[in-house]
């Protein structure tokens, strides 16, 4: 069965403090991983693509990054605006999927002035 | 720039009163998808569109939904008879069926449903 998983559930991160968020995922073949930022209230806002191993792809403090059976995203020197649920997402080939997106759980990031 | 619009954002009904939502996806877009998220969960597919035809529906997708997008624009959700488990939050989201099949969807604000 498809699935993804994400770690930790919750990081609290003092401003300019940098860490990483995990994505672990289980699928029969990869069509392409996603990671969304939601805040309190609203829907996904898309962040990034990836689509093979060794791919990596950057905005302003963020850095996704993508091996055969994870991603990571990097948070490098974040600031309080920062503060949200990442999710991670990916779309799977085969069993008839036409293009639907299995998400993990999410991180929930609270960074501190 | 106008993104992917839903309504209403939030709708408070009584158990056994049927409800709909609606979605407007961004202009361009041929692709559209429901999904359901509850608290501390993230989103679970529910069913996908491509113009007007309905190609997938998730197992989640009980009888008492129906879904439509009557000439591949808008989109119709509807429950009938709802239940205390149907509370949630109900996203939609579209893509360009342009080039590879994994373009990255697009999600509106979501209608928050909520069964008393």
């Known amino acids: 069965e498809d699935q993804v998983t994400q770690s930790p559930e919750a990081l609290r991160l003092q401003e300019g403090e940098s860490s990483s968020l995990n994505c672990s995922y289980t699928?029969?073949?990869?069509?392409?991983l996603f990671w969304y930022r939601q805040d309190p209230g609203k829907g996904p806002e898309f962040l990034f693509t990836?689509?093979?191993a060794g791919e990596e792809k950057e905005k302003e403090r963020l850095k996704a990054t993508l091996t055969k059976k994870e991603s990571f995203l990097h948070i490098t020197a974040p600031k309080p605006e920062d503060s949200a649920t990442y999710l991670c997402?990916?779309?799977?080939?085969?069993?008839?999927?036409?293009?639907?997106?299995?998400f993990g759980k999410g991180t929930k990031l609270s960074v501190k002035p | 720039d106008t993104g992917v619009s839903q309504d209403p954002r939030h709708k408070i009904t009584k158990r056994g009163q049927n409800v709909t939502f609606r979605c407007d996806p961004i202009s361009e877009h041929n692709r559209l998808y429901w999904y359901r998220q509850t608290l501390g969960q993230g989103p679970e597919f529910l069913t996908y569109f491509q113009n007007e035809a309905q190609l997938e529906k998730s197992r989640l997708l009980s009888d008492r939904f129906s879904a439509e997008r009557p000439k591949g624009s808008f989109s119709t959700l509807e429950i009938q008879r709802t239940e205390q488990g149907d509370s949630a939050m109900y996203l939609c989201?579209?893509?360009?069926?342009?080039?590879?099949?994994?373009?990255?969807?697009?999600f509106g604000d979501g209608t928050r449903l909520s069964i008393l």
């Open positions: 989201a579209s893509s360009s069926g342009q080039g590879r099949p994994n373009q990255p969807q697009h």
């Open positions: 997402a990916v779309q799977a080939v085969g069993g008839g999927s036409q293009g639907n997106l299995i």
């Open positions: 699928v029969s073949g990869l069509r392409g």
């Open positions: 990836l689509y093979s």
